[in-house]
C-alpha cells in the first residue's frame, strides 16, 4: 500500500477516492475521523490521506487526480462518431459514449 495524497477535508479525500475506483484503482481514505481533532492534533497529524492498494498504480493514479485538478478550459468538440456537440470539460461523449 502506498499514500498517494493527504487532502484538506474529509469530503475532499471521498471524491478523489471516489474518482480513483470509478477509474479502477482500489485505495482507501484513512484517518478521515481523525479530523475533528484538528487544532488539538497538529494538521498533518490527522489530515485524511488516501491509499492505493497496489503501489504499481501510483503513477497513473496521480495522473488521474491531475486531470481531475486541471483546469477546464478549451473549445467545444464535435464527437467524431455519432457529431454531438460536447462542451470542453467532457472527455467522453454523453450520448454514445465514444473517447474524445
Given at each position: 500500500?502506498?499514500?498517494?495524497l493527504r487532502c484538506e477535508h474529509p469530503l475532499?479525500?471521498?471524491h478523489y477516492a471516489n474518482v480513483?475506483?470509478?477509474?479502477?484503482?482500489?485505495?482507501e481514505v484513512r484517518?478521515?475521523?481523525?479530523?475533528?481533532?484538528?487544532?488539538?492534533i497538529p494538521w498533518q497529524e490527522c489530515s485524511p490521506e488516501i491509499w492505493l492498494h497496489n503501489d504499481l498504480d501510483e503513477t497513473m493514479a496521480r495522473r488521474l487526480?491531475?486531470?481531475?485538478?486541471?483546469p477546464n478550459c478549451g473549445d467545444p468538440w464535435v464527437c467524431a462518431?455519432?457529431?454531438?456537440q460536447l462542451e470542453p470539460q467532457f472527455g467522453e461523449c454523453w450520448?454514445?459514449?465514444q473517447a474524445r
Open positions: 500500500m502506498k499514500r498517494i475532499q479525500a471521498a480513483l475506483r470509478a477509474g479502477g484503482f482500489a485505495c484517518r478521515a475521523a481523525l479530523y475533528g481533532a484538528v487544532g488539538d487526480l491531475e486531470e481531475l485538478a486541471g462518431s455519432c457529431g454531438e450520448q454514445c459514449g
